[in-house]
């Protein structure tokens, strides 16, 4: 939806990167710990093989006439025979005088051995790490202790571990793969209420007038919800304003009809050799004229809102030039025109332009309805928070029930009594107040209209 | 013919006012729904030309109000709005014609005309009154192949009086509606112009009676 600079990450990529992360870490953590519940299984199980066949050969360590001696039995060597052809030591030991076997077998430490119990140890012999049971027993009539030592290499130990890690790690990248390849499919059908939805808005795009009321979509999932409705209140405001855009071309082009007939009637009268129908076309023109400018300026007024509304503005400053801009037009209605203000500055913040506008339509106002020898005066002062704009003039002005009317588009009060006019100008004044959020109050001069505008700062 | 025009618009007023005081017509005008069904009620206007958009009263509840009183004016209804509803609305109150604005000026003025025949009951736009041929749509008046040059008074008492050739038309009825309420007008000027009438009518044209203490009568041949 943002049209952002960057190029928007989809997602499945985002479900991707979420899923993976997490995946790959606790797969990370089983193979920790299959690794070490692996190699603490297969210990086990190749000590008690190691241990039967010492217990084997221990149990032969006999006393025959105040020697030791021993039967080996094969049978303790082939329980430790595997594939693996791991070599298989052994030692057996009188206190440390050696009976039989391999001499260099590290012995090990007696007095930590208790009797008749088997310990288990690694250690290194020939180069190669090696397995040793050993068990020490008392035989009687001996002093010394019998040490009874069968060792093996690692090798098959090695190889059964190896091959169970292998198996964990397939199986665990077989979940992973399964989960990452089943995100497109599970994501396509989680989303396909979205796409029902998309359906439901690209079916509005088929009608010839817009269809701006809201979705009909059906039931929707709690997560679109909040989207459906966002784009509901979306489209209400839409409507909102092309409504009230509608009516304003309406108006606007009803405003036009009359003094375009005026020029039609006149232009014929010209033709026709009427010496007045220049005069009464030139009139008509103004007026025309005007009515374009401020629709222009009212239909900027209301899309002000889009604008940046940050300039700082010295409404004494501004003042003088809606005066400089204004002087003519009230010297012609003999109107004399006055700025009333202290040394200001008086700052707000707001749309110059618009502001200019709004002044501009006020002085306009109170030059046009007003009488010979009249007076229009824009006066200005400040208070905590506030700086306050007042427009008055020495005109018939407006009954206080006939006030809210006289802001209303195309209102037009005096009707051909009065001056002519389009019924605007209060109309964007009002607009351009609503877009500032500054306050429009209409009041009686005694005689004539006070026009007060209150910024907050 | 007698016009009353009801607009708010003063320039647009002003204008119609001169087209159609050019054309010879009494023309009166006023600016408001109100001052319209007053004036209306004292005058004998021919034909009033009622804008839609007036500041007091619109011109649908002017129309309505006439007409429930009993008013026979010719109604020409003129709106700037588009609606078709306008439209229907209007004719149905009892309008006898609809223009919107902005309308071609000859299109007013030919509207004026029809709905200007149309109140003598006879919609065809020549006259014949023995060897006199009055051409209502062009202002033409012809006597015996003779084009007579009127002024846009007498044209008025004219066409006042050959819409009801042979009947007598009271010297009120003639004087309302040859002259509008803020014409200046002399206490004989009626008579002034009849008179004047009548000399450039004669020798062959037909003669205009006066029927003393009642009024004037163009006689049929």
Redesign the interface.
Known sequence: MSGGAGRAISLRFRLLLAMFGPLAALALVLGLLGWVLISDVVRRTNDRVLGGALGAIAETVQVERGEVTLDLPPAAFGMLENSERDNVYYRIAVGNTLLTGYADLPAPDISVLSVDEPRFRFAQFRGQRIRIAEIRRNLPRIDAPVVVQVAETLQNRNSLRDKLMIALLIGECVLVGIVLLLIRPALGWSLRPLSDLRGVIEARDTRAAPDLSPLRTGPLPTELRPLSRSFDRLLARLDDATTGMRRFT?DA???M??????????V??AR?G?G?ALH?IE??TD?LERLLTQLLTLARADEAGVLPPDHEIDLKELSQHVISRRIRQAIEADVELLLEAGDGPYRIHGHRTLVFEMLSNLVDNAIRYNRPGGMAQIELSAEAGVVRLAVVDTGPGIPAELREMAMSRFA??Q???GP?GSGLGLAIVKSTAERMGAQLELGDAKPGLRVTVTFTV | MRILIVEDDAALARGILSLLRAAGHAVDHVAGGEEALSVSATEPYSLVILDVGLPDIDGFQVLARLRARGDQSQVLMLTARDGLDDRVRGLDLGADDYLRKPFEVEELEARVRALGRRRGGDAAPEIAIGAMTVNRSTGRVEVAGRLIELRRREWAVLEALAARAGQIVSRETLQAEVFGFDDPVGSNALEVNVTRLRSKLAPDGPAIRTVRGVGYMLDRS
């Open positions: 309406a082009s009803h405003q009809r009359t003094p375009l007939s005026v020029l039609k009637v006149q014929a009268l026709r009427s007045e009464e009139e008509a007026r037009r009060l009707g051909e009594r002519p």
